[in-house]
């Protein structure tokens, strides 16, 4: 290579190097005494970009400008400045001195004080002018939304890089980048582009989103990708109470209980954007607790937030979430009003919170413009649609988000969908990717045939001993207007087959008319719930004894035919009608379901044969779902539930054995307390009328296994109390860690206490009594029962387990008057 030409390289590295330059910086601060300084704020001198260090001490800090020194202070010690030798500085230690303060002897422990702090005088502004400001100023409103989510590999090192997993693969890792916020390398794994108009009405309290564009990598369908994002990062508002992330509920530094678990202190007040705005510093009082780190900028007359950064402290009791990173930019329009114009969001999924853990990056940038105010539409036009999709918004050409893109994708984001696109025809990749579809789903894709569920394959009871089962369904995507789907079993000890074969069909897809139907020959464990289903391949209990206590031979082989058609003709209202023939017989020697056919009482007969028409009304508000089909899935977010259904029974219709009419309402509430965690209620009312046989009796649902079962009662064993007229009431409560992070040696556990209460009363009228031949007394809970519990969750952040007591009835035949039950599962 010539000297000329070898000089010219260079001159172009320097150069390029000189124009593409910007500061990062990262660290640790510590006093004296070599200890970490928690909370202390670092800012770029001459600008108002700055972070807060967390509660090891550490920060990492970038800009796209240069700088060349920091500013770094905090309550209690002496602010310094200190010099960046250089434009990329890592791994600094930075030491700040304790004050020495001659006039007055003041021991800083790093609390502000709650009296003669201008910080909170400040925050009392906010509360006074917090519901006059922003959109709340006005009565209608409209704007455009520009959102962009990516999920990312994070810690990417040289050593995963070489990992035998990525053989075939490496191309991936020329997207690597690294984080502005974490400092930490990542890989671009999927990304998803929207483009929305937001309407909204405050005098109305409505607010609809029209989708006008929406484009992802191809890893999964974009009609589903928005509502499962939405639901995993919630729509929030900085000036409420309390934000909710991942099923937690966090108090906002903007809160009015802020002063109980929030240190604020002033930092500095400077001119942002042409506004006089002061410097808020906040971080928590307690370890433990679902709060925030960080800082704000407030207007001085207006008391509008100008922009605000904050973190959720490493020490909250949330699981696989290392980290929650939130900043928001407001603008000024016509001097007083400000308006938020960009909200970027970053999750740090991981399996623990060590600084060295891989993980996911979940990142969500939201970009507003063109406000437009007081322009009042129709209450139809915010009528919500049922099951709308425009497949014109998935299918939006390049040419049109270049047009519509509020800001071009950067380098490494253009890439990302090329990439995807390449990977997705890696033999290994798409095999890594089944793997965890058919670990979250349960089933295994052949085709357009999905085996399973697997976690079916196996069960126990004391009537077929050991079970197998296979089955499937037909699966050709999300959006499926039609779906079969069958199963069979085999029981070891009885020697026979069972089986279960249903269809549903959506011929209507606007209010979503679905016909459906099947039959099941099967062995059930009834009342295992009292709310009546004729699903037909939902419920089948029979293998629930693979652990359990006590005898569980109380099984009912039945065959079960239904039909039914739905519609929804508003959102969430879901109307029924079906019709179902049943017959039951026990499938044990040791329990019977004989009833008496005459009023001698002297002729008994073993099998019920049954016809029933029901209507049913079901109504979710608020709920979420996700696809378009004739399955949706429910997004897990709170939502009311109320469902009411109507039966009626008609003798001799098909050989039928009983005439009756029977109602039953099943509510349930949860509500979120704030700091306090959540809370659930459930009702359940019922009335059978008319004489009917211990078969279709309303059985309360006991709990003989050693797994904790929603809806029932754990202390009660199987048939313990039957009735034709019942009322259940249980509440639970979860404070999810509230209490015991508060106990010194229990802090670390983040551990999450839960209590509940359960009572249910019934009756038995004396003409079902007087037809009962099964040799079961009735004991109908005419004192009401109840029952409660005490449990820890969380543990090893997958385990809970509960402690039941009964509260009487306590002197019954084979009572448990006290139970231990368990729960695996992933929570956040």
Not at 481 to 509: E, P
Not at 547 to 558: A, D, E, Q, R, V
Not at 659 to 682: A, C, E, F, S
């Amino acid at each position: 290579m010539s000297k000329k030409l070898y000089f010219s390289i260079l001159f172009v590295i320097v150069f390029t190097n000189f124009i593409l330059s910007q500061t990062k910086v990262s660290g640790i601060v510590v006093d004296k005494k070599n200890q970490p300084v928690s909370f202390a704020s670092l800012v770029f001198k001459g600008s108002n970009e700055g972070v807060v260090s967390n509660e090891d001490g550490r920060f990492y800090m970038e800009s796209k400008n240069n700088y060349t020194a920091l500013q770094i202070s905090f309550v209690g010690y002496v602010s310094r400045e200190f010099e960046l030798p250089k434009s990329v500085n890592y791994d600094l230690k930075i030491v700040l001195n304790e004050e020495q303060v001659i006039k007055e002897v003041i021991v800083y422990s790093g609390k502000t004080s709650k009296k003669n702090n201008p910080a909170l005088d400040i925050l009392r502004k906010i509360w006074e002018r917090k519901r006059k400001n922003g959109l709340k100023m006005f009565n209608q409103y409209q704007y455009e939304k520009y959102e962009k989510v990516e999920f990312d590999l994070n810690t990417i090192d040289s050593a995963f890089m070489k990992s035998k997993i990525f053989k075939g693969m490496e191309f991936v890792f020329d997207k690597v980048d690294t984080s502005k916020v974490t400092g930490k390398t990542y890989l671009p794994m999927f990304i998803n582009e929207a483009l929305s108009d937001v309407y909204g009405d405050n005098v109305k309290g409505k607010v609809k989103e029209i989708l006008k564009a929406n484009k992802n990598s191809g890893l999964t369908n974009g009609d589903g990708v928005n509502t499962f994002i939405k639901d995993l990062y919630n729509d929030y508002d900085i000036y409420n109470n309390y934000l909710n992330f991942f099923d937690k509920s966090f108090t906002s530094p903007l809160s009015r209980t802020g002063i109980d678990v929030y240190n604020y202190r002033l930092a500095d007040s400077a001119f942002v954007d042409n506004k006089w705005c002061y410097n808020i510093v906040f971080y928590p009082r307690r370890k433990n607790e679902l709060t925030f780190k960080g800082d704000f900028w407030v207007n001085d007359t207006t008391f509008a937030i100008k922009n605000i950064n904050m973190a959720v402290t490493k020490s909250a009791n949330i699981n696989w979430v290392k980290e929650i990173y939130i900043e928001q930019e407001f603008e000024v329009l016509n001097d007083s009003v400000f308006l938020l114009t960009r909200d970027h969001m970053m999750s740090d999924f991981a399996l623990n919170k060590k600084e060295s853990s891989k993980g996911v990056y979940g990142k969500r940038t939201t970009l507003i413009r063109n406000h437009k105010f007081n322009e009042e539409k129709p209450d139809k036009f915010y009528k919500e649609e049922v099951n709308y999709i425009d497949n014109a918004v998935y299918a939006r050409s390049d040419e049109y988000w270049n047009e519509n893109r509020f800001e071009k994708l950067n380098k490494d984001e253009e890439g990302i969908y090329k990439m995807l696109d390449t990977l997705k025809t890696v033999k290994k990749f798409k095999q890594m990717y089944n793997l965890v579809s058919i670990l979250g789903s349960g089933y295994i894709e052949i085709g357009n045939f999905d085996y399973g569920p697997i976690f079916s394959t196996f069960g126990y009871n004391e009537v077929e001993g050991i079970r197998l089962r296979v089955g499937g369904r037909t699966y050709f995507g999300p959006n499926d207007s039609w779906r079969l789907q069958g199963y069979t079993a085999y029981g070891f000890d009885d020697n026979k087959f069972k089986y279960g074969l249903s269809g549903k069909w959506m011929i209507d897809k606007k209010n979503r008319i679905i016909i459906s139907g099947g039959n099941r020959r099967d062995v059930e464990q009834i009342g295992a719930s009292l709310t009546t289903t004729n699903d037909v391949l939902g419920r089948s209990f029979a293998s629930s004894s693979l652990f359990s206590s006590g005898s569980n031979g109380k099984l009912t082989n039945i065959n079960l035919t239904t039909a039914s058609f739905e519609i929804e003709p508003i959102k969430n209202l879901v109307l029924q009608t079906g019709f179902s023939y049943r017959t039951l017989e026990s499938a044990s020697d040791t329990f019977s379901l004989d009833y008496y056919t005459d009023n001698t009482l002297t002729t008994t007969k073993s099998e019920v044969k049954q016809s029933e028409i029901n209507l049913q009304v079901e109504y979710t508000p608020k709920r979420k779902t996700i696809g378009y089909g004739v399955e949706r899935r429910n997004v897990d977010s709170p939502f009311s539930t109320f469902f009411v259904n109507y039966s009626q029974g008609f003798k001799g219709f098909i050989d039928s054995d009983f005439d009756y009419q029977k109602l039953q309402l099943y509510y349930k509430q949860p509500i979120t307390i704030g700091p306090l965690g959540r809370t659930n209620l459930t009702m359940e009312l019922g009335k059978t009328f008319g004489q009917i046989p211990l078969g279709l009796m309303s059985v309360v649902p006991g709990n003989q296994t050693y797994f904790i079962i929603g809806n029932t009662f754990s202390n009660l064993n199987f048939y313990e109390f039957v009735a034709d007229e019942y009322a259940t009431l249980q509440w639970e409560h979860n404070f999810q860690g509230r209490l015991l992070s508060r106990i010194p040696l229990m802090k670390k556990l983040n551990w999450r206490e839960i209590i509940g209460i359960r009572t249910v009363y019934g009756t038995v009228s004396d003409e079902n009594r007087a037809i009962n031949a099964s040799g079961l007394t009735y004991v109908s809970p005419e004192k009401p029962y109840w029952e409660y519990s005490a449990g820890i969750g969380n543990i090893f952040k997958v385990f809970r387990i509960d402690f039941g007591w009964r509260g009487n009835y306590r002197n019954l035949p084979d009572t448990n008057n006290f139970t231990i039950k368990g729960e695996f599962g992933f929570y956040f």
